[in-house]
């Protein structure tokens, strides 16, 4: 088992020596800014079960049930803050050394840091859109209608149903972020994935896409991946504090 130093320095040769370097991000790069992983105890979606697009097209009750689990959801997001892990990737943005970064997540945190090049797979909480003419929103602006509304809104140009611009189950992948996203998995040559546990599809073909194509990969998760095997590197130590080692050791090598 190497030491954490070995492991540092591993790491961050491989970025300085990586000419183009993408990175992949799950919902566990944000449980540090406060917002619970979905899928844990507590998390908002254990409270509240899940409605499906389908329902969602098809019932008043489920529209209302699903604007109150994210109106909840949103308070939450109000407070959330990017942590130190999504500063340094930011940071890595900022000294050339990443060209594209891939998100599961739909809380707006890798935008705030800095980064500019992200890919929302599931979409994004800050915004709402109109399912049936796609006219958007802040969420803000829908948020404080919710009441008046009864918690299902309508657009106001073709009274169409209003959602969150987030990807729902049942669902389709947003076409053009899949295109962009596999575009980036396949033409880097370094990929750093950071807190999630690979387990659905088809993100979790991200970093499969990258090793195929011949990238290199290294890997920051608390726990077991389906495919830690393929991981040139592999932490399972806090994203934020791995992060912030790697880029005091890249300063060693006067990569700035
Ligand atoms: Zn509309």
Redesign the pocket.
Known sequence: MDSFNEKIAQAAGLIKNAKSIAAFTGAGISTESGISDFRSPGGVWDRYRIVTFQEFIASHEARVEYWHMKNELFTELKHAKPNSAHNALAELEKIGKLRCLITQNIDGLHQDAGNSNVIELHGTNRKAV?I????LWAIEDIQARLETDGFDPR?D????FIKPATISFGQAMPEQEMTKAYSCASDCDLLIMIGSSLQVEPAASIPREAHRAGAKLIFMNRTETPYDHLAEVLFRENAGEVLAAILKSLKQYHVK
């Open positions: 109109c049936t003419c796609g006219k657009c140009t073709c009274q169409g």
